[in-house]
């Protein structure tokens, strides 16, 4: 054999081992394939289910929020109310506040008059005394 032949030969083999990587290689990349098109099958099977439910638990949401809303609705006036009573409750505490201060004030006031009062009582009866000493000594 001469140096042309087993070059030959040796490429000629070369290339049957690489004919073999490559069709390994392709079949087992069309193995994969059908595994990812069994996968994507699959996949959209189950999207089409969940995307079912999920409008209903939307559909659900949409219901469960409206009868809150609804329910918010009735309630609101017990809450302005409420809110209404506690303003009316701030008002009476205040106006008895107020009242207070006034009858205190008052009472400082007539504890000045009772006070000028008892004087001038006093006053009266000293005077009295001194009246009735001066009408028992000209009668004697």
């Known amino acids: 054999m001469t140096g042309g032949q ?3 030969l040796i490429a000629a083999i070369a290339f049957l081992l690489l004919v073999c ?3 390994i290689f392709l079949m087992r990349l069309t193995k994969t394939f059908g595994e990812i098109n069994r996968s994507m ?3 959209t099977s189950d999207v089409d289910v969940l995307s079912k439910q999920v409008e209903d638990i939307m559909g659900n949401a949409n219901e ?3 009868d809150v809303n609804h329910k918010v609705a009735t309630i609101d ?3 302005k109310a409420a809110g209404d009573l506690g303003e009316s409750v701030s008002d009476l505490n205040q ?3 107020d009242l207070t201060q006034r009858v205190t004030n008052s009472g400082q006031r007539a504890g000045r008059f009772g006070s000028l009062a008892r004087t001038a009582t006093s006053v009266y009866h000293m005077v ?3 009246n009735a000493k001066r009408t028992d000594t000209n009668e004697s």
Do not use: E, M, N, Q
């Open 21 to 23: 990587f490559i069709g």
């Open 64 to 66: 469960l929020l409206d």
């Open 128 to 130: 009295s005394k001194h």
């Open 41 to 43: 099958v699959v996949i």
């Open 95 to 97: 106006a008895t506040r």
């Open 77 to 79: 006036p017990v809450f």
């Open 6 to 8: 087993v070059a030959g």
